[in-house]
């Protein structure tokens, strides 16, 4: 349910477009065109329809008066889904911005499907979690819609993930041991969608598994009757293989819990191993994987890499130190470490072993690791590093130390007011380099980078086309915390203290201090200031002293506001340096302070065409233009 206007709508496009009331009461939602502005607006995901491309989609050949036609059936929906709005109260659901209309909500059974299906669970807790999912079905996605060339895209990414979410609810089934229970769902799948390999081998190895033996080698022949008679193609080794191993009674077609799976492995592992060494080695690629699960994989990752690197240390191999420190290539997009302590002690040992390296892919890595955990910093030498870094992976085949060391530049380029560009060109090439080698939590990081600096220069078209990128990537590749920098970018968008509130709750659980901190607070005074409006005293965080007079201000304690300007730190290095900078301005303004008012300006003066603070892509001081 939508809780941030009032009453309280739930839409649903997993079958006919419908929306619910807080009660569970169906909306009206009147005529087929009504129905059609509405879910080619959920298509969007929140971004901007202009009128102009609702009418190309509503007719084909539109007739004189369709934009006024587009504005009535608007006008009838808001009513619609928000009964209770006075009249002539600015609509928070179905809005205007710009040149069209956009949906601001959550609140999509369609959306919540896509997340379950992209659950990073254990078998356990997935197999309740598709059940709940798959049950949202009422039919073929966007049911009323299947001819409109608008919808197809959207049909036929949700009928995929409907058709994975089948197969992977079977594979959850089978390591609980259920395959009774898997059986009468995967044997309905493979009639309705017979083409998918992968179902038949689950259907066979559940009828295996319940002891039928003879039906489970019955379904494998009857999929490799139908893939070559009706699509001429032989089953893949896969299927092959199963039928082989059935006929033989492997060992382990029998049903081993997931747990066990891990645990088997990591016995073996053991075995084979042993040392201390590749053992640490192998915990840092771990680590790197744990870090992009969510929230808690991140913290937990944060904790155990600073313990791998003191036992490499105490080891005395700087070599092993040196990859260990390095291997830990995880994308970063914030400017601002979210542990400081914990960074410098990461600096201190690469700068240790540094100077010991010189394997250029080691020494790249390692470099790179300063750029990264340096981040904020005002020592140039941190920039030469990630530099440095750069120059060295460009002679090197390996894409994917040239990504890393992309990363770090990328982190060092918020030195000064005014470089969305430069970061801009970064975002571009990571995405390409990523494409070509398969780098996807790279390429969602470029796209991420492409999304703020598009902001910085108020091309939200283009933001909300690397939006989408990341946000299909993210789904794809099971990337949690990818939607805590689209989603912000969303409020951003909507840019309402509610939608900034809204945005900040996925920070609850994002194991992200560096980004959380004062953040919610400061897009909410970002938004009073641009509307005139008081700053009030809240939690700002890092952020209190750029802020502090501007709320001094709003107490009427002008002494104090000016005071506090000529003992303001110089603003940190990153993508709210230009925020920070226009607070000063703002503040400065008022006082007529010339002095901090001429350093804001002198500050701000490379970025005067751009928006102050929308490069981080998550909250706006609006022109920097209005700041000179």
């Known amino acids: 349910m939508d809780e941030r206007y009032g009453g309280r709508v739930d839409f ?8 619910w009331d807080d009660s569970g009461r169906p909306v009206g939602l009147k005529g087929p065109r009504h129905r059609a502005v509405l879910a080619r607006l959920i298509v969007a995901r929140g971004r901007v329809v202009p009128a102009t491309v609702l009418v190309d989609d509503l007719w084909v050949d539109p007739p004189e008066g369709a934009l006024s036609a587009v504005r009535t059936f608007v006008a009838a929906l808001r009513r619609a889904l928000e009964p209770e709005r006075a009249p ?17 909500t959550d609140a999509v059974d369609a959306w919540r499907f896509e997340a379950a299906v992209g659950a990073a669970l254990p078998a356990g807790g997935l197999v309740p979690e598709l059940t709940k999912a798959l049950e949202l079905w009422r039919g073929p996605a966007y049911a009323e819609f299947a001819d409109e060339g608008w919808a197809q895209g959207e049909r036929s990414r949700l009928t995929e993930l409907r058709l994975r979410a089948v197969e992977r609810l079977g594979e959850a089934r089978l390591a609980l041991g259920l395959a009774a229970e898997a059986v009468p769902e995967l044997d309905a799948h493979v009639t309705e969608h017979p083409w998918r390999e992968n179902a038949w081998r689950l259907l066979a190895l559940a009828l295996y598994r319940t002891g039928r033996q003879g ?13 070559v008679g009706q699509l ?17 009674q492997a060992a382990h077609l029998e049903p081993v819990a997931a747990g066990h799976v891990w645990a088997e492995a990591a016995a073996a592992y053991d075995r084979a191993v042993g040392g201390t060494r590749a053992r640490l080695e192998s915990t840092v690629g771990l680590l790197r994987n744990l870090a992009v699960t969510g929230g808690g994989g991140l913290e ?5 890499r600073l313990a791998a690197i003191a036992a490499a240390e105490e080891l005395g191999d700087a070599d092993l130190t040196a990859r260990v420190i390095g291997a830990y290539d995880v994308p970063a997009i914030w400017t601002r470490s979210d542990d400081e302590s914990h960074a410098a002690a990461i600096v201190a040992a690469a700068e240790r072993v540094l100077p010991t390296q010189e394997h250029p892919g080691v020494r790249a890595r390692l470099l790179t690791t300063i750029a990264l955990e340096s981040r904020g910093s005002l020592d140039p030498r941190v920039r030469e590093a990630a530099l440095e870094a750069e120059s060295i992976a460009r002679g090197l085949d390996d894409p994917v130390v040239l990504a890393f060391a992309l990363n770090g530049v990328f982190l060092q380029t918020c030195y000064r007011a005014g470089l969305s560009r430069d970061r801009d060109a970064i975002g571009a090439e990571l995405v390409e380099l ?11 990081l470029g796209h991420l980078i492409r999304l703020q600096s598009s902001c910085a220069v108020a091309d939200y078209a283009a933001a909300d086309h690397h939006a989408e990128a990341a946000d299909e990537l993210a789904a794809r590749h099971e990337l949690p915390l990818v939607a805590v920098f689209t989603r912000w970018y969303s ?9 900034y509130r809204q945005a900040g709750a996925l920070l609850d659980n994002a194991s992200m201090p560096g980004l959380q901190s004062g953040l919610v607070p400061l897009a909410v005074a970002c938004y009073a200031i641009r509307h005139d409006q008081p700053v009030l005293e809240a939690d700002y965080g890092p952020h209190r002293p750029w802020v502090r007079p501007l709320v001094l201000l709003s107490q009427n304690r002008a002494a104090e506001a000016a005071k506090a300007l000529d003992h303001l730190p110089e603003p940190p290095p990153g993508l709210l340096l230009e925020a ?13 302070h010339q002095q901090p008012l001429a350093r804001a300006r002198a500050a701000l003066a490379p970025a005067a065409t751009e928006q102050a603070g929308a490069g981080s892509g998550l909250l706006t001081l609006g022109p920097v233009a209005r700041y000179l």
């Open 12 to 19: 649903g496009v997993l079958g006919p477009v419908v929306a």
């Open 88 to 104: 002539r109260s600015p609509a928070r659901l179905l809005v205007t911005d710009g040149p069209g209309y956009a949906l601001r």
């Open 215 to 227: 039906d489970a080698l019955a379904v494998l022949r009857r999929a490799r009757a139908m893939l």
């Open 232 to 248: 001429g193609v032989d089953p893949g080794p896969a299927l092959g293989g199963l039928e082989t191993d059935i006929l033989n």
């Open 300 to 304: 937990a990752a944060r904790r155990h």
């Open 434 to 444: 990523s494409r070509r080698h398969g780098l996807f939590t790279y390429e969602v």
């Open 491 to 499: 409020a951003l968008r909507e840019d309402t203290p509610d939608a």
């Open 580 to 592: 920070h900078w226009g607070l000063i301005a703002a503040a400065a303004k008022t006082l007529n």
